[in-house]
């Protein structure tokens, strides 16, 4: 594909990036070797099923986290958009958002509210919640993730937002990429975070039990002292955690849509780019690209003399991970199949049956596996056997 023509069809797409997905890395092959590209867009999740109103846990964080000067390793969900450190049992049933800080026994305490709303996550498609611990000691983190959950007596309408923990620096953040407006109990919400006790609690100005409606905002709670925290909001970015199945993709050639799947097989014949895009939640949408480098060289030639020099007839395809639904036969001068394999990586050692070949002229054939499990010559040749 010519530059321009890539510069083009990124136009259509505005506000998109190249970060958290990966189209893979690319490949040098021979001419109409089958090559899987696959899209990633981060770890995947874990998905959390819960009841109405409901408490789940405990689940890992994966590291040691701090809150409120107690050290914790395990977590609960709460279905209606909260996490907590403590199982809060008499918090199940509870649904209306409350201002903080409270000491109401039925409002969960020891939590961070990223927002409280009354959410349906049992409704078709479920689940909805789902958490991911990402990167490395000391450096990790803890994210858990609402995707397209439904709104209670908002079907139509669905919020999008994580929250997450940092470990170390004890810091916590709220990325919402969307909470819809919705009329049922005044679509109020809250958003911060409260101690054991419910005496002490931290809010976003304006998001205390209060109507909002947000898109693409963020907010960053980070400890000052045992019982303080700065609220502070910073720039919106959602970590990259797989919900599920709630991840759609597509891929382009030049300005052609050639698959709405993860995975995509293509054959190319020449230097190729590809453009894999991934759909989050409904929402957020990222890209990056690929190239296919065709290697037009295919040896006419080979050696079987083990001496280390050009010992087999191999056909290029690198990295070989990405070579597959390959296959590639060898002819004799009568038609008979004297060589054939799955394996691109493994080569002709000019024998047949354990015998050595005669030196001569041979023919090759490349199949790959088409979707409706039909072969394909994707591209054949002669190869001459040298003793």
């Known amino acids: 594909m010519h530059k321009i023509t890539l510069i083009l069809l990124l136009s259509f797409f505005p506000l998109l990036s190249f970060s958290q997905l990966s189209a893979g890395v690319d490949d040098t092959i021979n001419p109409g070797v089958p090559v899987t590209l696959t899209a990633t867009y981060g770890m995947v999740g874990i998905g959390i099923n819960t009841t109405d109103d409901g408490v789940e846990g405990p689940y890992p964080i994966g590291f040691e986290f701090s809150f409120f000067g107690n050290k914790y390793s395990q977590f609960y969900v709460g279905a209606n958009g909260w996490i907590s450190f403590s199982p809060n049992p008499n918090a199940k049933g509870t649904r209306k958002p409350f201002s903080i800080p409270s000491t109401a026994d039925y409002n969960p305490k020891n939590c961070i509210l990223g927002p409280f709303i009354d959410l349906n996550p049992i409704s078709g498609g479920s689940p909805y919640i789902f958490y991911q611990t990402l990167g490395k000691e000391p450096a990790r983190s803890l994210i858990v ?152 060289a295919i040896p006419n030639a080979f050696t079987p003399n083990n001496d280390g020099l050009n010992d087999r007839f191999k056909i290029l395809g690198l990295p070989v991970e990405n070579i597959t639904r390959f296959q590639i036969q060898i002819f004799d001068r009568w038609g008979q199949v004297i060589y054939e394999s799955n394996s691109i990586d493994e080569g002709w050692d000019g024998t047949f049956k354990g015998k050595p070949c005669p030196p001569e002229v041979y023919n090759w054939i490349i199949y790959y596996e088409t979707n409706s499990t039909k072969d394909k010559i994707s591209n054949k040749g002669k190869v001459t056997l040298i003793r």
């Open 145 to 296: 993730m609402w995707c397209d959950c439904p709104m209670y007596n908002c079907m139509d309408s669905v919020a999008t937002f994580q929250i997450v923990l940092y470990e170390g620096s004890n810091i916590i953040e709220n990325h919402i990429m969307r909470k819809p407006g919705c009329d049922w109990l005044d679509n109020k919400g809250t958003l911060g975070l409260q101690n054991t006790s419910g005496y002490i609690g931290f809010f976003v100005p304006g998001h205390n039990a209060a109507p909002f409606t947000e898109t693409k905002t963020a907010w960053r709670y980070t400890p000052t002292t045992v019982d303080s925290f700065q609220v502070a909001q910073i720039t919106y970015d959602l970590r990259p955690v797989t919900p599920g199945n709630k991840v759609s993709y597509r891929w382009y050639q030049g300005g052609e849509e050639i698959s709405e799947n993860q995975t995509v097989i293509v054959t190319p014949m020449e230097n190729t780019t590809y453009i894999a895009y991934a759909k989050i939640c409904a929402g957020d949408e990222f890209y990056d690209t690929v190239t296919v480098f065709v290697h037009q």
